[in-house]
């Protein structure tokens, strides 16, 4: 099943309420629950695939389970002039079950995967428990109010609830406040508590919305259930609120969706901005210094240093144009460039200062943020002597799943203090990546920060 696409799982279903009909047509047996079983397993199947929760699954068993009803009855009765008699069910039930499928798949697609993070997400026997019931409720419900959802009933039902303001008004709202009151308590999101929740307000909503029709509230006329009894009332208006539940379930998942995407977007906007910021950070301070090492080289008439300086310039520049669209980059392929830049602050500062890498391989594959090491080495070159008689000590190492960057404190006396801007957008980059921050550690000796590992 994992292979097939959804579009195929949603053909396969409709073929088999086909096959389903047919069959017990022939063997004259109901097709009643083996229908309601299909279709429940289908709309299961596509939710966990899409990766949905126990919330919008349960509400598109519900939703599925009515329209096949509404769609399978009224369309029958369409094609009967059209079908002869032996084929008119099996093929109604195929269409029907397209439908469905197809209307419950383009739900999903518009929500996204994932859509139902800010409610409990379901293992696999909570949703077949949570199936289970509502399929136990289904057909008990079927059984005993079954013979008052005839054609004739159902109409007049809806005539009466859509002819009554105070009955809708009472339908909407109270699904509202059922909503909002179950996002604040959990239980109503475990298994048990969201079917005893549904129910229970199912029950109570669709009473007191019959008793309203019943008694034509706030208005007193006609006499009341002087056209429809309260069974008949209730049955019809406990599946409208279902229907009006669904509807706000629905709603309610397509607005926390787009508000979800909305902070996504952005969080990638900021996290750009904040990209860019680093990198003009970099570059500006190191083309300056570069462009005057460069003319230095160029005044001395070292014609082939400079052209070598050129050629790792350019490499390094290459590199951050590249990588100009990812803020992550192999840790290999950022050593790679750290080494590059440190043979040109070599030509900078010919004595004065080391750097040691010590990094395992096998920290290779991982990501760090494109040039936050670069701007680390430039930070301690800017803000600390660096000399023969006073050298500056770099150490580039692995503890854990960090990157450590340390050196030796003397610092510069004209450097002033320092903004930290670049720390801080380092910082930033990783909690946006990995919702982790950046490790400064600073002594009377030593600064220290600690790269994530991603």
Known sequence: MNTLRCTHIIHIFAALHAIIVALCQFLSVSDELLLTV?????????????????????????????????????????????????????????????????????????????????????????????????LIVRLVYSKIFGNMLSEEAVNLSIKLILGNSLAIIVLICCNIIYLIVSHHYNWLSTPVGYIVGIITESVAIAALTAVIIGYNLPFGTPTPYQQATFIQLFSITFIANLIVYVVMVMLSYVYQTRTRIEKEQEKRRLAQFQYNILKQQVNPHFL????????????????????????????????????????????????????????????????????????????????????????????????????????????????????????????????????????????????????????????????EVKLPLI
């Open 288 to 447: 300056f210094n570069s462009l005057n090492i460069l003319n230095g080289l160029i005044e001395e008439g070292k014609n082939d240093d400079a052209c070598e300086y050129v050629r790792k310039l350019a490499s390094l520049y290459r590199y951050m144009l590249q990588n100009e669209d990812e803020h992550l980059v192999r840790l290999s392929d950022e050593l790679a460039f750290i080494e590059q830049y440190i043979d040109l602050l070599k030509v900078r500062f010919p004595n004065g200062f080391s750097v040691n890498v010590d990094i395992d391989e096998r920290y290779n594959g991982r990501f760090v943020v494109q040039c936050s090491i670069q701007v680390l080495i430039e930070n301690a070159f800017k803000h600390n002597i660096v000399r023969a008689e006073q050298p500056l000590n770099i150490d580039i190492c692995t503890e854990g799943d960090e990157i450590v960057v340390r050196n030796n404190l003397q610092p510069k006396a004209s450097s002033g203090d320092s903004t930290k801007v670049g720390l801080q957008n380092i910082s930033k980059q990783y909690i946006t990546a990995i919702g982790k921050e950046i490790t400064i550690t600073k002594s009377d000796t030593i600064f």
């Open 38 to 134: 299909a279709t429940v397993s289908m709309i299961a199947i596509i939710g966990i695939r899409k990766g949905q929760g126990l919330g919008i699954i349960a509400a598109s068993v519900i939703a599925g389970n009515i329209l096949g009803f509404v769609i399978g009855t009224y369309g029958a009765q369409w094609l009967a002039g059209v079908l002869p008699p032996y084929a008119l069910h099996p093929i109604t039930s195929l269409i029907t079950t397209e439908i469905i499928g197809f209307g419950i798949l383009l739900l999903y697609n518009s929500l996204g995967g994932g859509s139902s993070r800010n409610m409990w997400v379901p293992d696999m026997f909570s949703i077949v428990l949570t199936i289970g019931v509502l």
